[in-house]
């Protein structure tokens, strides 16, 4: 019987032995876990890292660069799908905005054969533009640059028109236009001098309206050096000859 109960105490013994190999085991795995989440949490020096592993495995290993945590809670790159989307909704954003802008062109174009003026005012789209043409007889005597007065009322309809869809343009360039007959006398110097002046002076109507925005126009003066015609015959001079607005629109930019 004293055999047998030596032998029950040792079995108690062992398996008491065994429970605590069990809990150093558990503490272990948890002072690990505790290393790894402070890496996680820190930047480290990637060859101590190294050092640390290895006392764990007995073996050293590349290791990839540290991350820090702000660096780790970056939001993730959106998916190719994602931004495709993004960019076809701008796209049809500046789309739809073109086809306002186009309004202009179509009210424009709509006001000139209402009232008979083909043969003095072209309206025509380019790229995100409208070209706005005026024969320089719509708005001037021969050789001068003071606008007729018979045509303010045209004028001011026109830019009614521009006034309305100022938030869809950037800019308005008055662009003065002559042929290559020279000029010189005591009020214009040459071509340029003439087609500069033409230009102010459409300018200054527009601003003297109070209607656009001063931001939103410029004036160029080129003289004889951008025809649209050739100036070897009347009917190509006289086209020449002319003031025009181009009309951008913001989607330009």
Same mark, same amino acid.
């Given at each position: 019987? &004293?055999?047998?109960?030596?032998?029950?105490?040792?079995?108690?013994?062992? &398996?008491?032995?065994?429970?605590?190999?069990?809990?150093?085991?558990?503490?272990?795995?948890?002072?690990?876990?505790? !290393?790894?989440?402070?890496?996680?949490?820190?930047?480290?020096?990637?060859?101590?890292?190294?050092?640390?592993?290895?006392?764990?495995?007995?073996? $050293?290993?590349?290791?990839?660069?540290?991350? %820090?945590?702000? *660096?780790?809670?970056?939001?993730?790159?959106?998916?190719?799908?994602?931004?495709? @989307?993004? %960019?076809?909704?701008?796209?049809?954003?500046?789309? %739809?905005?073109?086809?306002?802008?186009? $309004?202009?062109?179509?009210?424009? /174009?709509?006001?000139?054969?209402? /009232?008979?003026?083909?043969?003095?005012?072209?309206?025509?789209?380019?790229?995100?533009?409208?070209?706005?043409?005026?024969?320089?007889?719509?708005?001037?005597?021969?050789?001068?640059?003071?606008?007729?007065?018979?045509?303010? /009322?045209?004028?001011?309809?026109?830019?009614?028109?521009?006034?309305?869809?100022?938030?869809?343009?950037?800019?308005?360039?008055?662009?003065?236009?002559?042929? +290559?007959?020279?000029?010189?006398?005591?009020? !214009?110097?040459?071509?340029?001098?003439?087609?500069?002046?033409?230009?102010?002076?459409?300018?200054?109507?527009?601003?003297?309206?109070? /209607?656009?925005?001063?931001?939103?126009?410029?004036?160029?003066?080129?003289?004889?050096?951008?025809?649209?015609? *050739? +100036?070897? *015959?009347? @009917?190509?001079?006289?086209? +020449?000859?002319?003031?025009?607005?181009?009309? @951008?629109?913001?989607?330009?930019?």
């Amino acid at each position: 019987m &004293g055999r047998m109960s030596r032998r029950s105490g040792a079995s108690e013994d062992e &398996g008491g032995g065994a429970n605590w190999m069990d809990t150093y085991g558990d503490m272990v795995t948890l002072l690990l876990t505790f !290393f790894v989440f402070l890496f996680a949490f820190s930047t480290i020096d990637s060859a101590k890292w190294q050092k640390i592993v290895g006392s764990f495995t007995g073996a $050293t290993f590349s290791v990839m660069p540290a991350i %820090d945590f702000f *660096t780790a809670s970056e939001p993730p790159i959106q998916p190719i799908g994602y931004r495709l @989307e993004e %960019d076809q909704e701008s796209a049809n954003a500046d789309n %739809d905005d073109m086809k306002m802008f186009y $309004t202009l062109l179509a009210s424009i /174009n709509t006001y000139v054969e209402i /009232n008979g003026l083909e043969a003095q005012i072209i309206a025509q789209p380019e790229t995100k533009t409208i070209i706005l043409r005026f024969s320089d007889s719509v708005f001037f005597e021969p050789g001068k640059a003071d606008i007729r007065p018979s045509f303010i /009322n045209n004028m001011d309809h026109v830019i009614s028109l521009l006034r309305n869809r100022m938030h869809m343009i950037a800019m308005i360039r008055i662009e003065g236009h002559t042929d +290559n007959v020279p000029i010189h006398n005591a009020q !214009f110097e040459d071509n340029w001098d003439l087609s500069s002046k033409r230009a102010t002076n459409v300018l200054r109507y527009l601003i003297d309206s109070g /209607n656009i925005n001063v931001e939103k126009i410029s004036v160029t003066g080129y003289g004889e050096f951008h025809p649209v015609e *050739t +100036n070897e *015959t009347t @009917e190509g001079r006289s086209a +020449n000859r002319r003031v025009d607005f181009v009309i @951008e629109s913001v989607t330009i930019q």
